[in-house]
Each structure stands twice: as C-alpha cells, then as structure tokens.
C-alpha cells in the first residue's frame, strides 16, 4: 500500500502536465486551422526612405575562365608554367601545351611565301618587259618581209632574164622552143627552184612570226601580276594561321590579375568540345557591386547615377563600405546566376552597377570578388 500512494503525486504531475500542453494548443487554435508559417526573407527591402538590396562583387573588367586554345586539335598539357595566387602581366604564359604537331608548320608556309614572292617578282618583270618584247617581235616580221621582198626582186629578175634566154632559138635548129620545152627548162632550173624555195620558207617564217606577235599581244600579263599577288596575300593569311596555331600552344594572360585557380595538370588533354577551363585569373584593378533590383523597388533607384550608396557584407553588418553608382540598367534581364540555369521561368531583375570606392579600407577586410553584399540606396 505504500509504494502505491508514493506513485500518485507522481501521476498526477503527469497529468496537470498534459493537460496545460492541451490547453495551450487549444487557445492557440481557437479556430481549429494551422497558423501560417512565417514568411521567408526579401532579398530587398525598404528602409526608410530608401530601399537595400542584393548584389555581388566583381572585378572590372569581369573575371572568366581562361580556355583552351582555339585550335581544332586536340592538345596535350605539357608544363604549367604559374601558381594559383601568383600575379601576372599581361602577355604573360600561363601554360605550355606539346607543340610538336604545329612546330613545322610556320617554316613551310613561310618557304610558300618566299615561292609566292618569286612568281610575283617575275610576273612584274615580264609585265615590264613586254612593250619590248612586242617592238622585238614587231621587229623581226618587219625584218623578214623586206629579206622576202628583196628576194622576190631578186627571183623577178633572174626569172626575166631566164625568160629572155627561152625566148632565144635552139642552137643547131635555129628553131624556137614550144610552151612544153619552155616549161620542162623552167622546171629544170635549179637556180630558179632554189630562189623559189627560199621565198616560201621566207613566207613561212613570216607567217609563224606574227602568230607569236598576236600570241604576246594576247598574253595576260596584268592577269598573272594579280594571280601571283593573290598566291601572296594567300601565303601570308596561311602563315598567320600557321603561326596562331604555334602560338596558341603557349597561353598567355590576356589581363593582368592574380591566378586564382588552376584545374589544368600536366598531361591533360584539351580540345574544341573541352568544356572545363585551364585556370581562372580574377584580373587587378577596380571591384564593382552588381546589385540587383526586383521591379517593385525599381522606382526608388531610378536616376541614381552618381548617388553615394552603403554597401554592407551579407555576413556581417558590422562591416560597411563606400560606393557610387554607375549605372542603373534599362532592361529587366535574369540574374546573372540564373542565366545558364534551366529555369522555365527565371526571376528578372534590373541591375545596378556600382563603383566601390574603396574596397580595402583599414581596419575591415577587402571585398573579395564573389562576396555577397547588401547595397543601401538612401
């Protein structure tokens, strides 16, 4: 009997307990439905008169993965040739990708070149030479026709004298010769067939002489300067391309910054569908603040160009910094961070670029590019 009314202030307690949880419920739900559950956080807000925002900061220009060369070939990481935090110049490589496929290749095009030079050298030559080579020929067929008109003279007049010794009567007979006997010795004269002969190879010449005239007179020499120029400006374009190739094996920084990671490693290999990058350079100079602004705060910034804001870290609001603003955007465009995403239905937003004033002030910590940050525009 006493164990059992030693448990009952115990019970009871239980009891009272339970029924205070009850009623509590009970008067926190009078009418029988859930309470809401709190509502989440805007990413902007107003404040006062003003309106405070979300925004990120960048570097200017903006920071990008540097990618592989823009070669259609595969190539294979020979050397890394930085560290991940070493500041680097402009111009400065980066990483040497295995030359061996391209490294001939500047030197043939350029022997192409020198080929193409040549041709052009002696297209101009006999541009130049021409007019002359038609005096030249013009020369000769006039050359030839006075040989061939001398030597007609010079038949007509052995022929005459020939005839006049046809016209003589036969010694023994006294008789003069019929038309077959004049014939058959003109025939027989060797003297005449010899001087004959020689006109007609005369003709000949003269005949095969101004073919070559008309065949000069023809012959395009203006088009063979502009081919041979052409065969140049194409052996140039292919040793620049022969040289962008042997070039593109070394990559080289484009700005200056600091190397803030390299994903590279010696003996990977990149090619036109390589997705990944080489490293990533966040380049030195000034930080901006790329807020963010959803449209039912857009009229508070609104002509803001030039106003003074507060720019706060998303992390700890103990820390404030100075900034300007730029430019107040004129198109609602998806977030930067949505823009690859396969959203259906993107959030729009209009940005604000701001200048930060000074992003390492003494006593606080520097903005670093990427850092989330509330702007304040009063």
């Not at 390589?274 to 602004?293: N, Q, T």
Request: with cysteine.
């Amino acid at each position: 009997m006493t164990v059992r009314w030693k448990a009952v202030p115990w019970a009871a307690g239980v009891v009272l307990l339970a029924g205070t949880l009850l009623g509590a419920r009970l008067l926190d739900q009078a009418d029988g439905s859930p309470r809401p559950a709190a509502a989440p956080a805007k990413p902007a807000a107003a404040v006062g008169g003003g309106v405070t925002v979300l925004g990120t900061v960048m570097s200017d220009p903006a920071e990008a993965p540097v990618g592989p060369p823009a070669v259609a070939a595969l190539l294979t990481v020979e050397k890394i040739l930085v560290a991940e935090g070493q500041t680097v110049a402009v111009g400065e490589p980066l990483v040497k990708f295995d030359d061996a496929l391209v490294r001939e290749k500047p030197a043939q095009a350029r022997a192409g070149l020198a080929a193409a030079r040549e041709d052009l050298a002696k297209a101009e030559a006999q541009k130049a030479g021409h007019p002359l080579q038609l005096q030249g020929q013009e020369l000769t067929i006039r050359t030839l026709r006075a040989n061939l008109k001398e030597g007609e003279a010079e038949y007509a007049i052995g022929q005459a004298q020939f005839e006049r010794v046809l016209d003589t009567r036969l010694p023994g007979s006294g008789q003069l010769r019929n038309p077959a006997e004049r014939e058959a010795d003109r025939s027989e004269n060797l003297e005449l067939r010899k001087a004959n002969e020689t006109l007609n190879t005369l003709r000949a010449k003269i005949e095969g002489e101004e073919l070559k005239l008309r065949g000069l007179k023809l012959t395009p020499v203006d088009a063979d300067v502009r081919a041979a120029a052409a065969k140049i400006a194409q052996s140039t374009a292919t040793v620049a391309e022969a040289q962008n190739a042997l070039d593109a094996c070394t990559l080289k920084a484009r700005v200056a910054g600091v190397v803030e990671r390299v994903y590279a490693t010696p003996g990977q290999t990149f090619g036109p569908a390589s997705r990944s990058p080489v490293l990533w350079i966040v380049p030195a100079g000034k930080r901006v603040v790329r807020a963010e602004v959803e449209s039912e705060f857009a009229p508070r910034v609104t002509d803001r160009e030039g106003t003074k804001v507060s720019i706060t870290d998303s992390n700890n609001f103990a820390f404030t910094y100075e900034g300007v603003v730029r430019r107040v955007g004129t198109a609602y465009l998806a977030k930067r961070s949505q823009q690859d995403a396969l959203a259906l239905t993107p959030t729009c937003v209009l940005e604000c670029v701001i200048d930060v004033t000074d992003p390492a002030p003494a006593g606080k910590p520097p903005l670093r590019v990427g850092q989330p940050v509330r702007v304040s525009f009063p």
